[in-house]
Every structure is written in structure tokens, then in C-alpha cells.
């Protein structure tokens, strides 16, 4: 049983299995040569095809990695005649407000009565006001399915769409060294789909899940510090990482006290008064530069000391975000093996911290734990998962 797994999304990749084993997977960016390439990645469905010597007719199911909210318009930027190309090209949906609005909705409650900052940026052939609707997203999602059913020579129903989060867990589950032991996993990112982190527990074949966080927006603070040190959000996040050793988390007490509430089990809501992308048209406002003493960094200026001791601190207040959180849920839970994914797994760092903390005997990091790794989690996730097979 072949099973192709296909991430359509920012940072787009496919991947192959045969009878659960993993015959080949790749990501666009390598044969495009476009850093975090999204759309359908048909160089990289061609690789893992040509990999296993077989042709599209031979898949017994696709699995397309989906998120509810996911701007399709990436993907309809390559498959499709519309005039937002351009306009996709230049500027990541997630970092415009109004492509915001549905993840946000608990957000608005407190701006109801604000008036909301609009230009014709967002009206752009009259899509962009549609796109959020229930009936615009199944006409996007069947004109997906429509190409890749075209492309590949296989009818509709071989297509099965899989969830956002459930790709990110089922990718850490079902590749990690556990078989039989019960397995804490945990993903945690900057924009998930409905949620922003999750925690589920595997254990005698079932998986459970215990909680999910739409306020947890740990990897989306770390996402605002990249962009305002002149880098690009849901790209350049491992450089602010490595700038962090040069520095001294001097701003971290200014971060937890002002940004965010942290609370002792790792769960926070972030302090609303200093963003901006629910009324206007940028991330952060003019109060967020105040409590840092200056404006956003212009990527084509030096890195300065301060630069390097703002990266210093989010990454200490992201370590200890994330050691609050394992440590509460390996004492609520008793179990000792944890499977870490999502974005903010990418954070080697971080990883390091809790694995020498020693909470958790066992961890397992799987190695594309941002969206690329959608592929293989939806493909390994309907291959175990959904059809039920034995884990290998």
C-alpha cells in the first residue's frame, strides 16, 4: 500500500510510504530554491514518486495536510489564474491583520468597539473579503483536491484531508522510538489552526487528548521578536536563536512582566496593549518600541548589542515557557516519554533544557517539527491512525 502525504502550505513537502515504511520525503524549497516555498509541491511529489518507481495510479490514498485557516491563496497562487499572486508573493498572509481575523476571534471581543484600520490592500479583487467564509473555503479546498486528483490520475475519494495539529503529533508519534510505553506529546507553535498547542497522550493504541491552548501563543512572541530585529517571521526564527548566546537576556524580566502572564503550569496569555494586528495594519505598536527603548530594526541596518540581548531574553523567557510546561505535565500525567513537535520545536535549545532537566527520561524531537513535517504526519497519521494498521 502506497501513501503519498502532501503539505501544501508555507514550507510545502511530500512524502511517501509503503506499507507505514518511509520510502522517501522531501521539501520544495530544495528543488525550487525558494526559502519556505509553498503551493503544491510538484517537485517534490515527482521525487518521492520517481524514489519509489511508480507512477500517481499506484497510491492507494493521498493524504493532503490541511489547516481550516490555512491562506489557500498560496496555493491557488500556482494552480490557478488569480491576480493575488503578486500580492501572495510579496507578504505572508499570516502577517497581515485582516487574514488574522479568524485566528483572533477572542482577541476582537476586546477591540469591539474600536474602529477597524482597512485599505485596498485587503480588497484585492474582491477575494480577499470572501475568503474567510465557510462556503469560499470548500470551493478553495475541492479546487485543491481537483489538481492534485488531476495531476496525480487518481479520483477524488483516494484523497483524504487531514488536520493541522493532528499532522504535527501523529508525525512525533508514529516515527518516535516508542512502540508500547505510554507517550506524552506535545506541540506547540507560533499559528496553528484552531489551536496554538496541544497535549495528547498515546497508550495502548488510542490516542487521547488531554487539552488544547488557542491562547498558548509561545512560538508567536518569538515570531514578533524576529520581526521586529529585521528578519522574517516563520522563516528566520533559528537565527534569532543563534544570535541569543551572543547577548544577555537583559529584557526578560521586561517581557514576562509586561507581554505576557505566565502562569506556573507554563499556560500565559499575552498583554494585547502592545500589538497591533487586530485593529491595525502591523504587529506590534508604538508602545511595544517604548518598552524596548527603540523602534523595529531595519533589516538592512547592523546588529547591534541590544539586538542581540532582545534575542537573548525571548529565548530565555521560551526556555523557561516551555521547562514550566513539561515540568507540570510530567508530574500531572507520570509518564516519562515525551514527543515534542510543532515550530517551537525547532528550538534545539530549548530541547536541550528539557532534556538535561530530567522531567522526562525518554524524548523523541522529530526532525522537521515545523509545518514540512505536515507531509509525513498526515501520511503516517492515515496510515496508523485512520486505516488502524500495527505500528512497525
Known amino acids: 500500500m502506497y501513501i503519498l502525504g502532501v503539505h501544501d502550505g508555507h514550507d510545502a513537502s511530500a512524502a511517501l510510504l509503503q506499507d507505514g515504511r518511509i520510502i522517501a ?25 520517481q524514489e519509489a518507481g ?53 482577541y476582537y471581543d476586546i477591540y469591539r468597539d474600536k474602529p477597524y484600520k482597512k485599505d485596498a490592500y485587503y480588497d484585492y479583487s474582491g477575494l480577499l473579503n470572501s475568503y474567510m467564509q465557510p462556503q469560499d473555503m470548500d470551493e478553495f479546498l475541492d479546487r485543491r483536491l481537483t ?18 495539529e493532528t499532522n504535527h503529533k501523529c508525525y512525533a508519534l508514529f516515527a518516535s522510538p516508542f512502540r508500547h510505553k505510554p507517550v506524552l506529546i506535545l506541540t506547540s507553535e507560533g499559528i496553528g489552526d484552531e489551536f496554538n498547542s496541544t497535549v495528547s497522550v498515546y497508550e495502548n493504541g488510542e490516542i487521547q487528548t488531554l487539552c488544547n491552548m488557542k ?32 547577548g ?60 542581540m540581548d532582545l534575542a537573548a531574553s525571548v529565548q530565555a523567557v521560551t526556555e523557561e515557557v516551555v521547562l514550566r510546561m ?21 528550538n534545539c535549545v530549548a530541547n536541550g533544557k528539557v532534556l538535561r532537566d530530567g522531567a522526562f527520561k525518554n524524548i523523541w524531537v522529530q526532525p522537521a517539527a515545523g509545518d514540512a513535517g505536515g507531509a509525513l504526519g498526515a501520511a503516517l497519521g492515515d496510515y496508523y491512525w485512520n486505516l488502524g494498521n500495527e505500528r512497525k
Open 25 to 49: 520525503a522531501a521539501q520544495e524549497e530544495r528543488f525550487s530554491g525558494l526559502k519556505g516555498d509553498y503551493g503544491f509541491p510538484k517537485h517534490a511529489v515527482d521525487y518521492c514518486l
Open 54 to 106: 511508480i507512477t500517481g495510479d499506484a497510491l492507494e490514498y493521498v493524504a493532503l495536510s490541511s489547516r481550516t485557516s490555512n491562506p489557500v491563496l498560496t496555493y491557488l497562487k500556482r494552480n490557478a489564474n488569480f491576480s493575488v499572486s503578486d500580492w501572495v508573493e510579496e507578504q505572508e498572509s499570516y502577517w497581515k491583520p485582516k487574514l488574522l481575523e479568524h485566528r483572533e476571534v477572542s
Open 147 to 164: 489538481h492534485i486528483s488531476t495531476y496525480l490520475g487518481i479520483p477524488k475519494e483516494r484523497i483524504v484531508v487531514t488536520n493541522h
Open 215 to 246: 491562547e498558548n501563543h509561545l512560538g508567536h512572541i518569538y515570531q514578533y521578536v524576529t520581526l521586529i530585529l529585521g528578519m522574517k517571521p516563520a522563516q528566520h526564527e533559528y537565527k534569532v536563536m543563534g544570535l541569543a548566546p551572543y
Open 248 to 307: 544577555e537576556p537583559k529584557y526578560a524580566d521586561l517581557i514576562l512582566e509586561n507581554l505576557i502572564d505566565l502562569k506556573e503550569d507554563g499556560s500565559f496569555r499575552l498583554n494585547l496593549d502592545y500589538f497591533d494586528y487586530c485593529t491595525g495594519l502591523t504587529m506590534t505598536n508604538k508602545r511595544f518600541d517604548a518598552l524596548f527603548g527603540s523602534p523595529p530594526r531595519s533589516s538592512d541596518e547592523p546588529v547591534r548589542q541590544k539586538d
Open 326 to 346: 513539561t515540568r507540570a505535565l510530567a508530574k500531572e500525567t507520570g509518564i516519562d516519554n515525551l514527543c515534542l513537535a510543532g515550530g517551537v520545536a525547532l
